[in-house]
């Protein structure tokens, strides 16, 4: 007979062990044996199974402490108690505990195989709407994806292959490359898709209230504190919580994010009780953290609990064949929000100038581009003028590095030069010039140099410019 699902049956008489497993057996199932809990627990250990028979009452860890190993090895187990003592108490023990169901002995063969054939088709079900929704997931969510480079096709890879695990993820990436979209998608692949996915942006928030962002605080914690607050983490229960910009996180918070990690616990401001979460940690860094780990800014030991699977997404520069989708996507989204109906089909000549430019700002500075060319177009096909002046004539740029003080506009390139460290130290010298001009003010400074104010304060955290007071 065909076998129907697998059974370990866990009980230290012999001859209930025989009964249940003649029964079991008969009716077509694969049947283990066991005799103590904690001989069930390393059977369990090593070969999944579809259900378990458990006595209750055993020597050594007993019944359902056994129960409470095996949940916490695999929460999807199917674990039916059985027990010669069956009382009110002892059912709502073993269901507070994770428990099927509890049989009382002696027990009909009708009644053993009716409960048997019930839960291993409920874990069978379970887990084919799992595996459905999570195949449905990942391959809806790779679309939220652009490009087709060879670079961004090991990022979707990537990403199907980790979703589904809980494990933590590092991504790292120059500012502008994606890495909020892509702990997104992996959040929204993984089975945890339907609690919530939080995103904090370390470097945006004071230090000094960053702590009670994340853990929240009670009544009276601190001055200001004024009524409880439930922090990020907890609010982020069961789902995932997106920290970008991590190595701005403070060394004493580190502490703290390590203990997360480690324990599934935290402790709120004012707090002296632990508060319990699941919680799945992505985080993101736009600096090298390993060298902020040789400098003693970032710990060691946080450091590798972060990047259990790392992520390194590429700078646009880098993968090319990816502009041309990008900038269609672009039009589609900016058509859409401002009701203009600008062709896909671009010029050869505007894709040539778009395919050649170095994109400082990433994805979200080709955007930018994008949207203002789609504003300003005078018909419905792109033209060079609808392109940002730098991009058009990168002599411009030139121009600007020439004129720029303490940049020398007589660079030996006889012997060869780094271009992107000769564009690093241009971008560099624009921020100073443009704080100064604004006395500092990040906002009219980003405006100034045609960027947001977040990609702005992530360049200079990116370049440790100093601030400049206003």
Known sequence: MA???????????????????????????????????????????????????????????????????????DADAVVLMVTAYATFDTAISAWEKGAEGVIRKPFQNEQILSLVARGIKGRKKEEERRNLRQAMATSVKREGFIGRSDAMENVFRLVERVAPARSTVLIS???????ELVAKAIHEASLRSDNPFIAVNCSNIPSELLESELFGHTKGAFT?????????????DGGSIFLDEIG??????????????????????????????????????????????????????LYYRLSVVPIELPALRERRDDILP??????????????????????????????????????RELENIIERAVVIAPSDDLTLDCLRPEVRDPSL???????????????????GVN?????????????RRALDQTGGHQSRAARLLGLNATTLNSKIKTHNIPARPH
């Not at 740029?397 to 012997?415: C, F, H, N, P, Q």
């Not at 271009?419 to 241009?426: N, P, S």
């Open 3 to 73: 076998k129907k699902g697998s059974i370990l049956v866990c009980d230290d008489e012999e001859i209930m062990r025989d009964v249940l497993e003649t029964i079991l057996s008969s009716a077509g199932y694969k049947v283990e044996l066991a005799k103590t809990g904690e001989e069930a627990i390393e059977i369990y250990s090593q070969q999944a199974f579809d259900l378990v028979l458990m006595d209750v009452s055993m020597p050594g860890i007993g019944g359902l402490t056994a129960l409470e190993e095996l949940i916490k090895f």
């Open 419 to 431: 271009f992107y460290d000769e564009v690093k130290r241009f971008e560099i010298d624009l921020i």
């Open 173 to 179: 990436g120059e500012s502008g490359t994606g890495k």
């Open 248 to 301: 701005d996180l403070r060394p004493e918070l580190q502490v703290k994010l390590l203990r997360v990690i480690q324990e599934r616990e935290f402790t709120p401001l004012g707090e002296t009780v632990p508060t319990k979460v699941d919680v799945r940690i992505i985080a993101a860094t736009n600096v090298d953290l390993k060298e902020a780990v040789k400098s003693g800014q970032f710990r060691e030991d």
């Open 326 to 363: 990008l900038v269609q996507h672009f039009i589609r989204k900016y058509n859409e929000e401002n009701a203009r109906s600008i062709s896909e089909n671009v010029s050869p000549d505007v894709l040539s100038l778009l395919e050649s430019y170095s994109y400082p700002g990433n994805v």
């Open 397 to 415: 740029a030139l121009e600007m590095v020439k004129s720029t003080e303490g940049v020398s506009s007589d660079i030996d390139i006889s012997r």
């Open 224 to 236: 200001g504190a004024v009524s409880a607050k439930k922090g990020l983490f907890e609010a982020a």
